[in-house]
């Protein structure tokens, strides 16, 4: 089995940066396609961005794109999210991700963080 705990985030003001890592443990694991989330009080949990087995490859919701970047080490078992340009609605916590293959939809994941809070203020 798998398991991932997030971790990194915190408070910030709008305009800074923080790096959250999504840490994988389990003898199962095998660089699967990672995930982030992200998901605020209230509302539906929404896709942020994705990156391949490798790390050759990302894809990021428009509303992030230019801002936030993902990598992983694999040696270390672990991915990032770097986000940069913090804005108050980026506000949620965040959680990352592990699937089999390629994709946007929640539903396409099988194992998941607990999730770190992140929270811009103004």
């Known amino acids: 089995q798998v398991q991932l705990v997030e971790s990194g985030g915190g408070l910030v003001q709008a305009g800074g940066s923080l790096r959250l890592s999504c840490a994988a443990s389990?003898?199962?694991?095998?660089?699967?396609?990672m995930g982030w989330f992200r998901q605020a009080p209230g509302k539906e949990r929404e896709f942020v961005g994705v990156i391949n087995w490798s790390g050759s490859t990302t894809q990021y919701v428009d509303s992030v794109t230019g801002r936030f970047t993902i990598s992983r080490d694999n040696a270390k078992k672990t991915v990032y999210l770097q986000m940069n340009s913090l804005k108050p609605e980026d506000t949620a916590v965040y959680y990352c991700?592990?699937?089999?293959?390629?994709?946007?939809?929640?539903?396409?994941?099988?194992?998941w963080g607990q999730g770190t809070q992140v929270t811009v203020s103004s």
């Open positions: 389990g003898r199962t694991f095998s660089s699967p396609v």
């Open positions: 991700a592990a699937g089999a293959i390629w994709g946007r939809d929640e539903k396409e994941y099988n194992y």
